[in-house]
């Protein structure tokens, strides 16, 4: 018998590859951070005993949901700026309220709200587009979650950088502290077409190749994006961004509610990868991503939840729902996006588009052990035929009651074991007061 880490027996395990498939009274091994076995109740009791056990037979377990674009930030600006169209919504409320308050401090309890709510949720992993990336660094370090941490770029001067120039000089530093954290890698992320030059864009270009770094920005987000894009230089971006060599497979292209059949396809066979944020898009009226015809295409798409000032929570299993649902409609065909397939755009395929759905994503000897345990014992999720479909359709958040993180747990019973809640609170509260002043 070998002796491990860490045993989890449960009630289900749903280890999305192989895709569809639902494992009963199944229990998960985990040895150094990293799953090694997915064996039946019965049977694990033989091959194993373990430091540590967790009797959990009436809950179901899952890959950490991954939230592959987010302002984890932005949190301390939930609600300023409600029933607002894009535009307005950045000239009137976001952008003042971050030219007066972001800083080291802003960016470092925002993000540490953030991830709270994250983890909370059953998210193990975030994708990050904001400002002061090396304070995120610190804080993901210090919570233990997983992230990938957004190199920003912009035209215009903030809080963090100047100029291009020292946004990639900064953003080279970041990279360098994190470069070989175990839990932490980097992207560079150009905010949009509209809020980054073609000069800029090559300069991105050449140091994604360099370092073998993603690419994870705005695109296509509204109708007048690609208005004024078309008025200005006679080009729908996308169009733009071909040109530059920005399509590959580095590019994850966030949002996307306007697209022609021949972008589908162009976008298909470049390999870019397609975050979908659909509650941050129907909420500011942005639009709906074509994604029946996305998928059908073969590009790989996965969730994001877009910050909390825009949406107005991080809650990938409601995204999913969302997800899954808006394309039947759109689709006029109930089978569009089966559960099986929304549950890995919330997982596998969003560990694919970060480059890391060898480490993270599904259930499988060899993946580190980033694991969701939601109860499905419930009222609400009473009677049980398909956890699969129940998980999709039925259960919300607050039945998430245990996160482990590359084997740690970070989420027990329902309490974050990294984080102190009530300083986070009046912290929050603080912040809540300073920003009021702003309006």
């Known amino acids: 018998m070998q002796h491990i880490d860490i045993l989890i027996y449960a009630g289900w395990i749903i280890p999305v590859e192989p895709e569809n498939v639902v494992y009963e009274q199944h229990a998960l091994a985990i040895q150094d951070g990293k799953i090694i076995a ?76 953030a991830i709270a709510e994250m983890l909370r949720g059953g998210i193990t992993c975030f994708n990050d587009m904001y400002f002061f990336p090396d304070v995120v660094g610190e ?34 530093e970041v990279y360098e502290t994190y470069k070989a954290h175990p839990l932490i890698q980097t992207a560079l992320a150009p905010h949009a077409p509209y809020s980054v030059s073609d000069n800029s864009f090559k300069l991105i270009k050449e140091m994604a190749e360099e370092l073998d770094l993603p690419i ?13 894009a078309i008025k200005l230089s006679g080009e729908r971006p996308l169009s733009r961004l071909d040109k530059l060599g920005l399509l590959s497979s580095r590019l994850m292209a966030v949002h996307a509610t306007q697209l022609e059949a021949d972008e589908i396809n162009l976008l298909a066979k470049k390999a870019v990868h397609l975050i979908h944020c659909p509650e941050s898009n129907l909420k500011l009226a942005s639009g709906i991503a074509p994604i029946s015809k996305l998928l059908e295409a073969g590009v790989n798409v996965a969730l994001g939840t877009d910050g909390a000032a825009s949406n107005d929570d991080l809650d990938i299993l409601g995204e999913m729902r969302t997800a899954a649902l808006l394309a039947k409609v759109v689709n006029q065909d109930a089978s569009t996006v089966p559960a099986a397939q929304a549950l890995r755009m919330a997982t596998l395929n969003g560990a694919k588009a970060l480059n890391i759905d060898h480490i993270t994503g599904s259930l499988v000897p060899g993946k580190s052990a980033d694991i969701v345990a939601i109860n499905m014992s419930d009222i609400e999720t009473q009677p049980i035929y398909n956890p699969l479909s129940q998980l999709v359709y039925a259960v919300g958040r607050d039945k998430v009651t245990d996160v482990w993180v590359a084997g740690k747990h970070l989420l027990k019973s329902r309490h974050l074991t990294t984080i102190d809640i009530h300083e986070l609170k009046a912290k929050t509260s603080l912040w809540r007061d300073k920003i009021l002043e702003t309006f």
């Open 38 to 113: 997915i064996l039946p109740n019965n049977e694990v009791d033989r091959q194993f005993s373990a430091c540590i056990s967790y009797q959990l037979t009436t809950h179901v377990l899952i890959p950490g949901l991954i939230n592959t674009h987010t302002h984890a930030a932005m949190n301390l600006l939930r609600g300023i700026g409600d029933d607002m169209p894009l535009e307005q919504w950045l000239q009137e409320r976001i952008w003042p309220a971050e030219q007066t308050h972001v800083s080291e401090q802003f960016v470092a309890d925002g993000t540490k709200l």
């Open 139 to 172: 804080i993901v370090d210090k919570i233990g979650i997983r992230a990938t941490i957004g190199l920003i770029m912009i035209e215009f001067p903030t809080a963090w950088a100047n100029n291009a120039t020292e946004y990639l000089k900064k953003g080279r």
């Open 216 to 228: 994870h920005l705005h695109l296509h987000e509204t109708v007048k994006e690609i208005e004024d």
